[in-house]
């Protein structure tokens, strides 16, 4: 990463009614420890919230973790709430018991990578370090 983009900004967020955070604060300290600019919005946050700090903090990636089942719910109105604050630049991934099945639908709607549970932080590291990049 050039030093004159800066440091890739994630937010990390467990939307939903779910109160497990093991893994996205295990995601959000990997990501920080390799360089980037991290804002973890703890539990139970909502799409809005989400986004709006995504917003406000000009992330360029968000990272949801998705451990209750909701997924589908909650990356639709991720997705959809850039798309209507004309932030659809900003990628979208997740994680969580996701089952493989419904991978292929959440990458329709705009998610960039899903990763099942059990991936090693390192893969996620690298997959953003790759696939992310600020705007020169």
Excluded: C
């Amino acid at each position: 990463m050039d030093s004159a983009t800066g440091p890739i900004r994630v937010v990390v967020a467990e939307p939903g009614l779910d109160g497990h955070d093991r893994g996205a604060k295990a995601i959000a300290r990997a990501l920080r420890d390799a360089g980037m600019e991290v804002i973890y919005t703890g539990l139970q946050e909502t799409p809005e919230h989400v986004v709006g700090t995504a917003i406000q903090e000009d992330a360029d990636v968000i990272g949801l973790s998705v451990p209750s089942g909701a997924h589908h719910t909650l990356f639709a109105a991720v997705i959809e709430l850039l798309k209507e604050r004309d932030a659809a630049d900003i990628t979208v991934f997740g994680g969580g018991v996701i089952p493989e099945a419904d991978v292929v639908s959440l990458k329709e709607m705009g998610v960039a990578e899903v990763f099942p549970a059990g991936v090693t932080s390192a893969v996620i590291v690298d997959w953003v370090r790759v696939n992310v990049r600020r705007p020169v």
